[in-house]
């Protein structure tokens, strides 16, 4: 049964060749946290060292003969056999349980797990460049950007100014079309545009809202501005019923716009544009202006989307207030020869930290910025390192997924 269920999902396109690991899952052990990232730990151990327990989303406990697994970080949400659990559930063999990217199979004395990348609707980003003519002089804007997302992932847009993001942002939603490829699964949006579009939110920096419409009004209409045609007046209202639950708005439904805290107004922005449940959804520098306490607030409900299989990609000028919450950064630089917006890096956090030498994403920023800005210049060194580096190992191998390695579970729990 497991096996059928897991070529079907391969013939779909849904899951990577991968390696699968086993956990031995011993009574004695009585609780064992597993999670998307982190590694297993006992319960006991845990005890022992609570700082250095991470953050964990689900927990196994061993009672009365039986397995039970309980969801403790309901935000991110825990699925077994596709169905997402409220509290505790009792497993039962061959059931399967799925936090994020990572899938288990509960076999009554082991624990079957891998994590399994989503083929069907990664982001595939192959730019050649992207120029404008201004007094019939080319000018390129950005050039050579070659990476793949997978749905799940959080990844961080960093670069100093004049490095392309808006420019590589504008490329992948098709706003501003590149000489490019830009493919989610299988499908160009550039020439599925109409049918793709959908797909893909976009939250600017400032907040386009009517300040005199109330909260519901305003998800209202953008439920019937972006929804496909097909759906319901009933299937609208409950969609925004489940936005409002979604971001922490439900008491806020009946006041107006102007009357939002700036932290309220953020929210029901990202609202508006996630109301047709995009794949990709993109956000400029959504926690501009929030304190630190909102920023994180915002920055979790982000981590949230993502969690359900979506792509998030997010510009912020703060990011090592909410660096954690990241999977993925991008990193672009502008070149100091022809003055072109370049891929740096991408890859995960911890291998950004480790390619740039430095702990911080500020510290990275700085070595990119030119002496002018304050920064030390560096752009042109780096870029041609991750350049040299995607030579010898291809982009594929070159874009780090820290999910593979920080979602195996430790055997010697």
Known sequence: MEKEKMEQEQQKGM??????????????????????????????????????MPLHYAALHFGGGVWEIEDTSTKFGVRVNGE??????????????????????????????????Y????????????????????????????????????????GGSGAGKTTFINAVTGYEKAKATILE????????????????GMVPQQDLLRMDDTVYMTLMNAAQMRMPVHYTRQERERRVQELLAMFGLEREAEELVSKLSGGQRKRLSIAVEFVASPDLFILDEPDSGLDGVMARELMEYLRQIADDRKIVMVITHTPDRVIDLFDKVIVLAKSTGDHVGHLAFYGGVEEARSFFGKDSMEEILLLMNSKEEGGQGLADAYIEKFRQLTKSQGPAEASVDPKREESQIEEDV
């Open 15 to 52: 899951t990577s060749p991968t390696e699968w690991r086993y956990l031995d899952l011993k009574p004695e052990n009585g609780e064992i946290f597993i999670s998307r990232f982190e590694e297993a730990r006992g319960g006991e151990e845990a005890e022992d060292d609570p700082g250095e």
């Open 185 to 200: 699964g299988d499908k160009d949006i550039y020439r599925n545009y109409n049918q793709l579009k959908y797909n893909i």
């Open 84 to 117: 997402k659990i409220e509290k505790n559930q009792i497993l039962r063999e061959q059931d399967e349980i799925c936090i994020g990217d990572t899938q288990f199979y509960f076999l009554g004395t082991q624990l079957k797990y891998s994590h399994r990348q």
């Open 119 to 158: 083929t069907e609707n990664r982001l595939s980003i192959h730019i050649e460049e992207r120029s404008v003519w201004q007094l019939f002089k080319k000018h390129t804007l950005l050039k050579d950007i070659d990476l793949t997302i997978y749905p799940g992932e959080m990844v961080l847009l960093l």
